[in-house]
């Protein structure tokens, strides 16, 4: 074999001794210009930080709001990977009302089966929600309509994933002695061992980080004595990331260089998985520091968590239908809470029996539960038209 026909095959295929740490490290060097970031507020440790009353001022404005996607879109592409969005929840009422949920949900798992495990990270440090998105919905659907009628969150998900996303949420508690995570890169790949990563080539580990979006609602303040994120921006530039982090001279550079900023109640934090992270140290006596993980994946991709978004439609459904009766939401604020919880893609479905119909595509469950709430339709009349879905999509 010629050595440009070897050259090519590691270009398409990484081996065991793929990611040299020297470039790694060099990509390190770059920092965040205010040119790259002019919508943002401040910058802090490399990463923009946002102000939600900007966020929510634009959200109705199509220029303005396509400016300020396409600027995270390049911050999470080609910048710092991160960004911060200071008061993205701006009524604290929806937030503290939605922790006591998740600390009685919390309580309930525990009492009944020991409560969630978690990943990355020691058995107890924690408590862990799993599917924290559906069971907030079923526990207190008007909550969950407010929540997720949030500007900020919808906004961060479009900026990389585009219409159709689908959201998944997984509440974390870290606390008071709670230690770190180690340090990682999240799912698609980063769901695996090194060596399994080898199965895939390069342009898929290249592709990975495309599919999904992490983010983090606070649910309390969290100086940095209570842990929050250890971050590395830049990192998600490194192509054999997957494979390469969990080895001891990037865990040490990660130890040496991650960065932290606190955060107060209502702040988001979105960022490219491929950004290496770990949950902080919680080295505080009385903060238990709750947060809810959002993993918002593509259209196009697998989500981690199974949903059922036909419950949550037919809960949140009379909840919307007053918000609306009563403009206690905006119509974005509506959008933004549908997006949240039914399914924007066609597919996969069953083509025989759901074909396209003035489209390429057939109908999604979100534009049957958007086109009800318009048509003034009854629960019961959605809940036929959800259900004739569902059967026409089964093979």
């Known amino acids: 074999m010629s050595t440009s026909q070897r050259q090519a095959d590691s270009d398409m295929w990484f081996d065991q001794t793929s990611g040299e740490f020297d470039v790694f490290a060099q990509q390190q060097a770059r920092r965040t210009s205010a040119d790259e970031v002019p919508q943002a507020t401040a910058i802090q440790k490399n990463i923009p930080v946002y102000c939600g009353d900007y966020v929510r001022t634009i959200a109705p404005e199509s220029d303005r709001r396509r400016a300020l996607l396409a600027e995270w879109t390049n911050v999470f592409a080609n910048g710092a990977g991160i960004i911060i969005i200071k008061k993205a929840m701006h009524d604290l009422d929806v937030i503290d009302r939605a922790t006591k949920i998740f600390s009685t949900l919390i309580d309930q798992e525990k009492a009944g089966s020991g409560g969630g495990g978690d990943h990355f990270a020691k058995a107890g440090a924690n408590d862990r929600i799993w599917n924290a998105l559906e069971k907030h919905c079923l526990f207190d659907a008007d909550n969950f309509a407010r929540y997720y009628a949030s500007d900020a969150i919808a906004m961060g998900a479009e900026a990389w994933l585009g219409r159709g996303y689908q959201m998944t949420a997984q509440v974390n508690r870290v606390n008071p002695g709670g230690a770190a995570q180690k340090p990682h890169r999240d799912y698609h790949l980063g769901f695996m061992r090194p060596e399994q990563t080898l199965d895939f080539p390069a342009h898929v580990h290249a592709m990975s980080p495309f599919l999904t979006l992490q983010g983090a ?133 069953n083509l025989d029996r759901d074909p396209p119909v003035d489209g390429l595509a057939p109908k999604t469950q979100a534009q049957f539960v958007l086109e009800a709430l318009a048509a003034g339709l009854s629960q019961d009349d959605l809940e036929a038209q959800l259900g004739d879905l569902r059967i026409r999509q089964q093979s």
Do not use: W
Not at 302 to 316: F, G, H, I, K, W
């Open 217 to 349: 609602v606070a649910h309390c303040d969290m100086p940095l004595e209570s842990g929050p994120t250890q971050l590395l921006p830049f990192s998600q530039h490194f192509k054999e990331g997957y494979l390469a982090f969990s080895r001891d001279q990037f865990q040490q550079h990660f130890a040496d260089n991650f960065v932290q900023v606190p955060l107060e109640k209502g702040d988001v934090v979105f960022f490219n998985p491929a950004v290496m992270h770990a949950a902080g140290n919680n080295v505080s006596s009385d903060i238990y520091r709750m947060a809810n993980l959002l993993q918002v994946s593509s259209a196009f991709g697998r989500a981690m968590e199974s949903v059922n978004r036909y419950d949550m439609c037919l809960a949140l459904y009379p909840v919307l239908q007053l918000a609306m009766r009563g403009n206690s939401l905006s119509d974005l604020e509506i959008r933004n809470a549908v997006h949240a919880s039914a399914e924007g893609y066609s597919f996969p479905t």
